[in-house]
Structures are given as structure tokens and as C-alpha cells.
């Protein structure tokens, strides 16, 4: 039971740190759907992870506007 927490936990911050490291190196900000390219995983869990570290102060989100369609949701590191 315990290492399967353990090993969880781990899952959980290597994903985090992928997620942060992407936005760190974009030098501009990524949609939900450009880090689920980046790491290979869905935007679902792209997005999860996102508003994680938007939520705890560590990414900001701003929408972006383009075409047609809904807005999207940009993230970017938080720098300051």
C-alpha cells in the first residue's frame, strides 16, 4: 500500500515538473492542448495540471483570443 502512494506521489510530481518545464521553456503562453502534445498525454490532464499550478500562484492564466470558436485558456509561468 505504501508504495503504491509512493510511487503515485512520484507519478504526480515528474508529470507536475513536466508541465512546469514546458511553460518555463515556451517563452510564450500554451494552451491546455499545446502541453498535452508536448508531454503526450491528454488535454484533460494537461489542463488538471495547469490549473494546479494556477490555482497555487505558480502559472497565470490570460485567454486568448483567435478565431472562430470559444477563447482559449493561455498559461504561462508566473515570473514575479
Given at each position: 500500500?505504501a508504495a503504491d502512494r509512493?510511487?503515485?506521489?512520484?507519478?504526480?510530481?515528474?508529470?507536475?515538473?513536466?508541465?512546469?518545464?514546458?511553460?518555463?521553456?515556451?517563452?510564450t503562453g500554451l494552451s491546455?492542448?499545446?502541453?498535452?502534445?508536448?508531454?503526450?498525454?491528454?488535454?484533460?490532464?494537461?489542463?488538471?495540471y495547469l490549473e494546479h499550478?494556477?490555482?497555487?500562484?505558480?502559472?497565470?492564466?490570460?485567454?486568448?483570443?483567435?478565431?472562430?470558436?470559444?477563447?482559449?485558456?493561455?498559461?504561462?509561468?508566473?515570473?514575479?
Amino acid at each position: 500500500m505504501a508504495a503504491d502512494r509512493d510511487h503515485r506521489a512520484l507519478d504526480l510530481l515528474r508529470r507536475v515538473r513536466a508541465v512546469r518545464s514546458a511553460l518555463c521553456t515556451a517563452g510564450t503562453g500554451l494552451s491546455s492542448s499545446e502541453v498535452a502534445r508536448q508531454l503526450s498525454s491528454s488535454r484533460v490532464t494537461a489542463r488538471c495540471y495547469l490549473e494546479h499550478l494556477a490555482d497555487a500562484g505558480l502559472a497565470d492564466r490570460h485567454t486568448r483570443y483567435g478565431g472562430s470558436g470559444r477563447p482559449e485558456v493561455e498559461y504561462r509561468w508566473h515570473t514575479g
